[in-house]
T-cell receptor, first 116, second 109 residues
Framework: DVKVTQSSRYLVKRTGEKVFLECVQD?????MFWYRQDPGLGLRLIYF???????EKGDIPEGYSVSREKKERFSLILESASTNQTSMYLC???????????????FGDGTRLSIL | SQQGEEDPQALSIQEGENATMNCSYK?????LQWYRQNSGRGLVHLIL?????REKHSGRLRVTLDTSKKSSSLLITASRAADTASYFC?????????FGEGTQLTVNP
């Protein structure tokens, strides 16, 4: 079974801190994704990556950056945390089958991040 | 705005009944996928239906797709308390999925 592991289930940080959220997958998937999930807004895509050192902006990239130095690891970085970034963050991975064929995504259990 | 919109937002039924959730979307798609999310957990992929398919089954799940109406439905038959969860449709465009806001299903024992 595919396993996507997020480093923390719960995290509390202070405004202005630089925050790192880590995600590791064990199925050699090319694609990795970061979403945030908020009540009434559903899942919104922050960034995604098709390959090592590649990244693409999603719908809400402002205030975030990502790093993919190794195929299995995709990090989300909050450059200077703000209270409006309090949310549930979900990481996912999937196989690559071309731009026209979206494979099922496998999700981690999420990190509930609170910014005080 | 979100590509997929689920309807209803919430659904409460008795164990053994069938549950139907609907999803509408706006633009052309490569495929449409349904996911389940238990409280406090990540999403789990349930079923994928391609744009050239009209119906697909997996166990107690039945998914239909009508590309002319840009809509899909998920039917869960003979529901169980363990089916209580949020259900999301996701439309597949170029290289990514776009999720709706989900339907919260409660199955009462």
């Amino acid at each position: 079974d595919v396993k996507v592991t997020q480093s923390s289930r719960y995290l509390v940080k202070r405004t202005g801190e630089k925050v790192f959220l880590e995600c590791v997958q064990d199925m050699d998937h090319e694609n990795m994704f970061w979403y945030r999930q908020d009540p009434g807004l559903g899942l919104r895509l922050i960034y995604f990556s098709y390959d090592v050192k590649m990244k693409e902006k999603g719908d809400i990239p402002e205030g975030y950056s990502v790093s993919r130095e190794k195929k299995e690891r995709f990090s989300l970085i909050l450059e200077s945390a703000s209270t409006n970034q309090t949310s549930m963050y979900l990481c996912a991975s999937s196989d690559w089958a071309g731009f026209e064929s979206n494979q099922p995504q496998h999700f981690g259990d999420g990190t509930r991040l609170s910014i005080l | 705005s979100q590509q997929g919109e689920e309807d209803p937002q919430a659904l409460s039924i008795q164990e053994g009944e069938n549950a139907t959730m609907n999803c509408s979307y706006k633009t052309s798609i490569n495929n449409l996928q349904w996911y389940r999310q238990n409280s406090g957990r990540g999403l789990v992929h349930l079923i994928l239906i391609r744009s050239n398919e009209r119906e697909k089954h997996s166990g107690r799940l039945r998914v239909t797709l009508d590309t002319s109406k840009k809509s899909s439905s998920l039917l869960i038959t003979a529901s169980r308390a363990a089916d209580t969860a949020s259900y999301f449709c996701a439309t597949a465009g170029v290289g990514r999925l776009t999720f709706g806001e989900g339907t919260q299903l409660t199955v009462n024992p």
